[in-house]
């Protein structure tokens, strides 16, 4: 698992202590394997800081290596606060497109209350075919794209769910942004427009040219207060940990405090089609 580059001299220094005590014991990397019972290509990986051993690998390899109990305590610490951040900064959704419309599906149906904020484009739950299909065009083929397609759509159908409640924060932006005609883009922004409507949605628009309290850097998704997803070009990354969920859900607050809503949101977006036409 890659890590964050701010982990990248801790995971060498490891990589590099195991190394050292591996060669002080006299061991070639394919008898420390052997004694391991670990592969030999594993131990040039862990070696080498391209794999982050999980804390069970680092302390068998202590013990084939007879590390002294000082260095052991030391390096199990290492190895345990790489674990636990490549754990919690991981990809989750794999195996194509129409899986992951169906992974993100199920945690959805989990959740009661979800936040979401975009800067870039519409949000799937609120994207009309058309518009999704555009987006698929240059990685999907055919028929990878109508299983896409479905899957988007029986996720939308949460949205009809009068026990849930769906919060969306939404910079002009990202509904100017049009991935085709300015007529597909106007039915697009109907379609968010009328789902603002159902009782428990909540649309929200940051204007251009609205100064906000912090500038996000990325869109993101908050389910209840367990999870963050972060929507990447190849992969979902998701943070379950309480610090992470705990930094969204404050950003997420200070966005949407400023955000017209309801009424003010729709008169937004409606102008944003109307240039549209006249355009």
Same mark, same amino acid.
């Given at each position: 698992?890659?890590?964050?580059?701010?982990?990248? !001299?801790?995971?060498?220094?490891?990589?590099?202590? %195991? /190394?050292?005590?591996? #060669? =002080?014991? $006299?061991?070639?990397?394919?008898? @420390?394997?052997?004694?391991?019972?670990?592969?030999?290509?594993?131990?040039?990986?862990?070696?080498?800081?391209?794999?982050?051993p999980s804390v069970a690998d680092v302390a068998t390899l202590l013990g084939v290596y007879g590390a002294r109990r000082a260095e052991r305590e030391e390096l199990l610490e290492l190895a345990g606060i790489l674990h636990a951040t490549s754990r919690r900064?991981?990809?989750?959704?794999?195996?194509?497109?129409?899986?992951?419309?169906?992974?993100?599906?199920?945690v959805e149906a989990e959740t009661a209350l979800m936040r979401v904020f975009?800067?870039?484009?519409? !949000?799937?739950?609120?994207?009309?075919?058309?518009? %999704? /299909?555009?987006?698929? #065009? =240059?990685? $999907?083929?055919?028929?990878?794209? @109508?299983?896409?397609?479905?899957?988007?759509?029986?996720?939308?159908?949460?949205?009809?769910?009068p026990e849930r409640r769906f919060h969306f924060v939404l910079t002009e932006s990202?509904?100017?942004?049009?991935?085709?005609?300015?007529?597909l883009q106007r039915v697009q922004l109907e379609r968010v427009s009328a789902l603002s409507r159902l009782p428990n949605v909540r649309v929200a628009v940051i204007p251009e040219n609205t100064q906000v309290p912090e500038v996000p850097l990325h869109g993101f998704t908050i389910y209840d207060?367990?999870?963050?997803?972060?929507?990447?070009?190849t992969s979902t990354v998701t943070f379950t940990e309480?610090?992470?969920?705990? /930094?969204?859900?404050d950003l997420y607050d200070r966005l949407e405090k400023d955000a017209p809503s309801t009424d003010d949101?729709?008169?937004?977006?409606?102008?944003?089609?109307a240039s549209l036409s006249a355009a």
């Open positions: 698992m890659e890590l964050p580059e701010r982990y990248t !001299p801790q995971r060498r220094d490891l990589g590099a202590r %195991l /190394r050292a005590l591996r #060669a =002080a014991a $006299s061991l070639t990397g394919t008898q @420390a394997a052997e004694r391991s019972g670990m592969s030999q290509p594993k131990i040039s990986k862990i070696e080498n800081a391209v794999l982050v900064v991981r990809a989750v959704v794999r195996g194509g497109a129409a899986l992951a419309q169906r992974q993100i599906g199920k975009e800067l870039a484009w519409i !949000p799937p739950l609120l994207q009309t075919p058309e518009y %999704l /299909r555009l987006i698929l #065009a =240059a990685s $999907s083929p055919g028929d990878a794209m @109508a299983h896409v397609v479905a899957a988007r759509e029986d996720r939308q159908q949460a949205l009809y769910d990202a509904l100017r942004v049009r991935p085709g005609s300015r007529a207060e367990r999870l963050v997803t972060v929507d990447l070009e309480e610090r992470d969920v705990h /930094r969204y859900l949101a729709r008169g937004h977006i409606a102008r944003i089609a």
